[in-house]
């Protein structure tokens, strides 16, 4: 076997000859510098048309909508919690006006990151609506034929045998159909080509990332979400008044977008471990409701729990938390009922479910002066109190030994003032203290069943029971079935594209000049690879065997060696330095 290179001094013919056959390996475009002193308004729109739509600038705009969401997660945002918003404003006398003016308040929504998502949107649209029709041009198509000078190719092999051309062309075509290549007969060589599923995996991507804009657009712009607090007994409605809070898309219509259903709580069912390291973690946490679709519906009986939501109308309805209310009978300084068994829901402070919150009387109260007051009560709740000269913490997050402090106010509560409060929280703004025989803040700790009576026979207030809570969030997020689905196409059509290599191969057979049949076997790939040189080699040594050497001859072709000569941008070498592999014996 010997080794020889070809020349180095390759005619314009022949360059442009190899240049055809190494075309449309790819339907990335071709960028063009632009001609700048001729350029006038249409030429200078086609240039920034094809920067737009160029890969570098696909990738830059990407890079800026990224980072353009990194405010959006690190800084409040109005659409999400107002509140931390105004608080931010008001401890920042510097960064909040400038944040305003920037819109990273409202990051999703302002004009900035519009801007990048649009151009994002066309440039994607603009390279991919081009590159389609030119790979379906190329799937109608035939392969290129053979160059004029098969040993330019990066990969190459040749043998004699005594078998004429048109049974050896007729070998290859067969070989190569079943090996899965486009192959037709051209002259006196078969051209065959493979891998087009690259491209389609390339197309695939950029496809699916276009589909994942539109889906992430589409549920930002009607997605909505709401929470609930509901007692064991109430229920809910989905309409807007019944929510606790409440956060919508910018074009969700809540007269109109809010599917029609409603459901009650009949009770929560919470058991949590008892001993060892995971004491406290719950083992069961559901809820058991009772709802119904549409105005009229049917009442059906379901179990909401933890990540196995409750489905309506594309409306998903998660249970997210649990506490506990206790039950109070507060009477005035007369005896007359103010608050009759009335539970009072309270906010968890800590995984074993130390609770916290206010207990607030609006109306009917009178003093021991006959006066109208409002009543205020600072609560904490212990679920498991540990005893007398322990923690204010609760040790479980179970109800074992209830524990319930007071601490008392009167005056005016100021739910009367306009403008929304909290109702988990006191404004003592207008209220005073109780106070005990020390003169200090008037409270009380108590078990079920127990009376706390208010100084100056303004009272009591009566421990009755607890009852239980449960937290719901309501969500619509639309498209995201067509989000997930453009991210799986998005992960596929990168691994085709990144995996498999789109190459060519030629076998051409003729006729040497003392009779004896030439073969010669050449490959060519998109990008450098050991693997177009080691199919190379396994096709030509099927194909040996079905015309072998010559006599003479070595037993068979060696693999083609793999190129060390760096590529152009359209594949094909930039010398014809390459090896060329003939079989043992051959002519030079």
């Known amino acids: 076997m010997s080794n020889t290179t070809t020349d180095k001094t390759p005619t314009a013919g022949e360059d442009q000859d190899l240049g055809a056959a190494g075309s449309q390996l790819s339907t990335a475009p071709k960028e063009e510098a632009p001609n700048l002193p001729s350029l006038g308004v249409i030429g200078w729109g086609r240039w920034f048309w094809r920067q737009l739509t160029s890969m570098r600038v696909a990738l830059l705009l990407l890079l800026l909508l990224s980072l353009g969401a990194i405010p959006g997660s690190l800084i409040p945002q109005e659409g999400v919690d107002a509140l931390k918003v105004e608080d931010f404003r008001e401890k920042h006398d510097l960064l909040g006006p400038l944040y305003d003016n920037l819109g990273l308040f409202h990051v999703y929504s302002s004009v900035w990151f519009s801007a990048i998502y649009i151009l994002l949107f066309v440039s994607l649209i603009g390279c991919i609506v081009p590159r389609t029709w030119q790979f379906v041009g190329q799937l109608r198509g035939r392969p290129p034929g053979a160059p004029r000078r098969l ?68 549920g930002q712009l009607f997605k909505y979400e709401g929470n609930k607090l509901i007692l064991e007994g109430d229920g809910f409605s989905n309409t807007l008044t019944q929510y606790d809070d409440f956060k919508s898309g910018n074009l969700f219509d809540p007269d109109h977008d809010l599917a029609p259903f409603s459901f009650s709580l009949k009770n929560f069912r919470g058991t949590y471990e008892a001993t060892g390291p995971n004491r406290g973690t719950p083992r069961i946490y559901e809820a058991a409701v009772d709802y119904s679709e549409g105005a009229y519906g049917d009442e059906k009986t379901t179990t909401i729990k933890v990540n196995e939501p409750l489905e309506i109308d594309g409306s998903k309805v998660y249970l997210v938390s649990h506490g506990y209310a206790p039950i109070l009978t507060i009477r005035d300084a007369k005896g007359n009922v103010v608050m009759d068994k009335e539970a009072t829901a309270l906010l968890p402070l800590d995984a074993n479910v130390t609770s916290s919150g206010a207990v607030m009387v609006r109306d009917g109260y009178r003093n021991a002066e006959g006066e109208k007051e409002q009543l ?18 609760s040790t479980f997050p179970a109800l074992i030994n209830p524990m319930l402090a007071l601490s008392a106010y009167h005056g005016d509560l100021g739910v009367d003032a306009g403008f929304a409060k909290s109702i988990y929280q006191l404004d003592k703004t207008n209220l005073e203290e109780f106070k005990d025989s020390d003169g200090e803040l008037f409270k009380k700790q108590l078990k079920v069943g127990e009376t706390m009576t208010l100084p100056n026979g303004a009272g009591t207030v009566t421990f009755d029971g607890v009852k239980e809570w449960a937290g719901f969030q309501v969500t619509e997020q639309p498209a995201s079935g067509w989000a997930l689905a453009g991210s799986v196409a998005a992960i596929l059509g990168l691994a085709g594209s990144l995996f498999i290599q789109r190459r060519r191969v030629w076998v051409r057979a003729v006729k040497g000049a003392d009779g004896v049949t030439v073969v010669e076997m050449a490959g060519l790939g998109r990008s450098e690879s050991a693997k177009v040189p080691e199919e190379l080699g396994d096709l030509a040594g099927t194909l040996y065997e079905q015309a072998p050497d010559a006599p003479g001859a070595s037993e068979a072709p060696d693999a083609p060696d793999a190129p060390e000569a760096p590529k152009n941008d359209d594949d094909t070498p930039d010398s014809p330095d390459t090896h060329v592999v003939p079989a043992e014996g051959s002519e030079k």
């Open 376 to 393: 205020g009560f600072n609560a904490f709740f212990l679920p498991t109190y540990g005893g007398e000269g322990s923690t204010m913490l």
């Open 151 to 218: 040993t330019r190719l990066p990969a190459y092999t040749t043998w004699r045998t005594e078998a004429e051309p048109e049974q050896v062309r007729e070998a290859a075509l067969a070989l190569l159909k079943k090996r899965r290549f486009r192959a037709h007969a051209v002259g006196d060589a078969v051209a065959a080509e493979k891998g087009y599923a690259r491209e389609v995996g390339n197309l695939a991507f950029h496809i699916a990332l276009i589909v994942m804009l539109i889906a992430f657009a589409w």
